[in-house]
C-alpha cells in the first residue's frame, strides 16, 4: 500500500502542476503599415499627394500635306457661253484681278438692253408725270390722271432699278454704269478674272469650249503655294496634349531628312463617328516650293502641354448631381469635398484640369469617409 501511495501522490503532484502551469501566448504578428491619415473614430483612409505628371511624349501621326484654307480657290464662269480668249497657262504666276479668260456672254447682251430700255421708259415716265402734275395743279387734269402717272413712274423706277441689278449681278463694273449712257462701254464679252494671288494650279479650259454655270468642274484652281497646311487625324485620348499654337516638325518621304518647321493652327471640333478621331491643321511655310499639295507626310508634335498634367486615380473621383467631385485633406483628420474639372480619362486614370494644384493630398477611395466635419471643411475652404 505504501508504495501505491507515494505512486499516487507524485501523479497528483504533477497534474497540479500542469493545471497551475499556462503555455506563453503566441507572438504578435506585424502592426500593418498605417495610412497616411485616420479619420475620427473611422476606418483608416488612404491618400496620394498630387504630382504633376511628366510632359507628354512626342506624338507622331500620319498626315497630307494640303492647300491653306484661304489660299486657294476654285473658279468657274458665272455666265454660259463660248470661250473666246484663254490668257493664262497652267503653272503661271498671276495677281488678283488679273484676267483668266474672255466669253462671249450673250446674257450681258440681252440684260443690258433691256437695261438701255428702261431708262428710255423711266425717262418717258417722269416728263409725263411732271407734265400731268402741271396740267393739274392748273385744274386741267383729274387728281385720277395724276395718280395714274404717279403709279406709271413708280414701276418704271422699280423696272429700271432691277435692270441695273441683273447687269450688276452678270458682273458688270458699275463704275460703268454710273457713266452717260452715251460714255457706257458695255459688250457682252465678259472676263473671267483672279480673285487672289497666286499659281495657276489647274486649268481645264480651252479657246472655243462652251462654257457655263451647270458644270461641276472648275475651269481654273489659283492657290498660293508660299503656305500650304498639314491636315491629320488624332485620336481622343491623344487630344489632350496638344494645343493651337504648339510647334511640331513635318517630315515627307521626298526629303525624310528634313524637318518643317509647322505650327498646329486649328484643332477639330467634332469627332468622326466612324474612326473615332479629330482633325487637326497646321500651317507650313514652302518659300522653296519643295512641298507639293496632296504629299503624304508625318507630323510629329513635341511633349508639352501650356500647364502641368495633373493625374489621378479614376477611383478618387465620384459623380454627383451631373459633376465631378475628389476629397482633399487638409490636415489630418480634416477633409474638404471640392468640384473637379475633368480634361480626359484613359484606362484607370483622369487627367484634372482644374480643382486640385500640386503638392495637396487627395483621398483615393471618398466612399470611405462616412462624414465631413462641417467646421473643418468650412475652415479647410477659407
Known sequence: MKPLLQHLSVVLLCLTVMGCTRPDPPAPSAKPVQPSVVANGQPDIQTMRIDASPSLPALTLSARVTYAEDGYSKISSPLPGPVLDVRVKLGQAVKAGDILMVIDAA???????????????????????????????AQAMSLKDLEHAENDLNRERAEFKQAKELLLSL???????????????????????SPLTGTVVERNVTPGQIVGTASDQPLFTVANLDRLQVVAD????????????????????????????AKIAVIG????????????????????????????????????TMRPKIVIPKQAVMERSGRQWIVVELAPGRFEERPVTIDSVTDNQVT????????????????????????DTSAGGA
Open 234 to 261: 488624332v485620336y481622343e485620348h491623344d487630344l489632350s496634349g496638344i494645343r493651337v499654337g504648339a510647334l511640331a516638325a513635318m517630315t515627307v518621304e521626298a526629303y525624310p531628312a528634313v524637318e518643317f518647321p
Open 171 to 193: 458682273r458688270v463694273p458699275a463704275a460703268e454704269l454710273s457713266k452717260p449712257l452715251a460714255q457706257q462701254q458695255i459688250t457682252s464679252r465678259f472676263e473671267l478674272r
Open 352 to 375: 484634372i484640369r482644374e480643382g486640385v494644384v500640386t503638392g495637396e493630398r487627395i483621398v483615393l477611395s471618398p466612399s470611405s469617409i462616412n462624414h465631413l466635419a462641417a467646421s
Open 269 to 304: 471640333d467634332v469627332v468622326d463617328p466612324a474612326t473615332r478621331t479629330i482633325k487637326i491643321r497646321a500651317t507650313v511655310s514652302n518659300q522653296d516650293r519643295r512641298l507639293k499639295p496632296e504629299m503624304f507626310a508625318r507630323l510629329t508634335i513635341a511633349g508639352h
Open 107 to 137: 446674257d450681258i447682251a440681252r440684260a443690258y438692253a433691256a437695261y438701255v430700255e428702261e431708262i428710255s421708259e423711266l425717262g418717258l415716265a417722269e416728263r409725263n408725270y411732271e407734265l400731268t402734275k402741271d396740267l393739274y395743279d
